[in-house]
């Protein structure tokens, strides 16, 4: 049974980037929004029955919108489904998912876009919102009907993990999404250029004997990408940054004042390839982890707000495909639980700044996709996540939610945790 009580979080570190809000306060939410930010709440007068949840010591902010995760549902329900998934999001703060077109099959379709929020309000316990595919069957060849799909609830449009290669076809998707409005989401990379790598190019993909990905073939895509948003004025969006060249392209569109932006994912932000060291298969992502330097430059980015938006990449892979020899096995990690926990890491090392963080994980987000999320704004959707930040873990990949155990994290230590998840402020998620 729904328990739909008013809430006070009270006396807590309330942080909301929308408004560059950060002191103390209480929170009230009621009848799913939130209604008042103010010191001593609950002095002037509550509603009846009001629960109220003692916040010191912990940091309220918005729910996360997660802009990149892959999500089983349809055709792929051993991987993930659209229940497990928003477990695990709400484990780990997220409060919004947007789940990536690249199912069976491709939503690629208004009935496929209407069957995934249907099944979404059915059985997720967070908000779950499709991007649809800009190529019909992700062939890169030819474009779907944008605004069909955005009619039928599609957030933006991206082709997934594959690149369009063709810079006729996605100059027709950029015109015709400037026509909707719509945000085109693209993934940069050449595959020609990309062949059989599995890990960054360098000295040390040379002494492990594995395939190298050079930056190059990021870079080149990303910038024919760049001049193509720039002839269309359609707004452009880059799925996963990883490497230097890269952010010099994106630093030049914005200040030409194009409507460029940019998202890194945890991983990269996190990680590097030292990581893959021993064969490490859960590391094996796409983009492949790059150099220590390259990291270092992505955080900095991230930190002068260069870098738009946070993602988990969020990526199930069964056990068949992550137990193979390094080469033969599957690219993906997963994210949604840890995201928010590897991200506390950058600030706890005082690298970026909470109220960065929580901007590209939440507020930017949403902004981007046109959302009613990511923010504490009086009268917004009650989307909350409570964080205790001094709180110190060690990940048990068993203890997971996601269906899929394969986390880069597994045994790490980190330092601050979600203990309570609101989703329209009903509580979905309370650690104990």
């Known amino acids: 049974m729904r328990d739909d009580r008013p809430i006070l979080l009270a006396r807590g570190r309330v942080l909301d980037p929308s408004r560059d809000l950060d002191r103390p306060a209480d929170v009230l939410v009621a ?137 006729q076809v996605l100059r027709r998707a950029l015109t015709y999404g400037r026509d909707f409005d719509a945000l085109i989401v693209h993934h940069t990379e050449d595959a020609t250029l990309t062949g059989s790598g599995v890990m960054n190019e360098g000295e040390l993909a ?33 799925a996963s940054l990883t490497c230097p060249e890269s952010l010099d392209v994106l630093r030049r569109a914005k200040d030409e004042g194009h409507a460029v932006t940019a998202s ?52 199930p892979q069964d056990v068949e495909v992550k137990r193979l020899p390094f080469s033969e096995a599957a690219f993906g990690a997963i994210g949604l639980e840890t995201m928010l926990a590897a991200g506390l890491r950058l600030v706890g090392s005082g690298t970026v700044s909470l109220m960065t963080l929580i901007r590209a994980m939440s507020t930017r987000p949403a902004q981007l996709l046109g959302l009613d999320a990511g923010t504490l704004r009086p009268g917004a959707v009650a989307d909350i996540a409570v964080i205790a930040p001094d709180e110190a873990w060690v990940l048990d990949a068993a203890l997971l939610k996601s269906r899929c155990r394969n986390t880069p994290f597994d045994e790490a230590r980190f330092e601050g945790r979600v203990v309570r998840t609101l989703v329209a402020g009903r509580t979905v998620y309370e650690y104990v």
């Open 31 to 167: 009848d799913g929004v939130v209604k008042d930010i103010a010191a001593n709440l609950g002095n002037t007068g509550l509603p009846d029955g009001t629960e109220i949840v003692d916040c010191s010591g912990l940091m309220v902010v918005p729910g996360l919108v997660d802009m990149r995760a892959f999500i089983g549902e349809p055709g792929a329900e051993h991987r993930e489904t659209l229940a497990s998934a928003s477990q695990a999001a709400a484990a780990g703060g997220v409060t919004t998912i947007v789940c990536q077109p690249d199912t069976d099959p491709v939503i690629d379709d208004p009935a496929i876009v209407d069957f995934v929020k249907r099944r979404a309000r059915d059985t997720a316990i967070v908000h779950v919102h499709p991007m649809a595919a800009l190529t019909k069957g992700l062939e890169g060849r030819e474009m779907t009907q944008i605004g069909l799909l955005a009619s039928a609830g599609a957030v933006a449009f991206t082709d997934a993990a594959h690149s369009i290669a063709s810079a």
């Open 206 to 238: 040379s002494r492990l004997g594995l395939g190298g990905t050079p930056k190059a073939a990021e870079t080149i895509v990303f910038e024919r990408d760049v001049r193509l948003a720039a002839i269309t004025g359609g707004r452009y969006h880059a």
């Open 264 to 315: 890194a994912s945890i991983n990269h932000l996190c990680l590097n390839e030292r990581d893959v060291v021993g064969y490490r298969t859960f590391f094996k992502v796409a983009p492949p982890l790059r150099s220590e330097p390259d990291r270092e430059v992505l955080v900095r980015a991230l930190a002068e707000g260069l870098i738009d938006v946070v993602v988990s990449d969020h990526n």
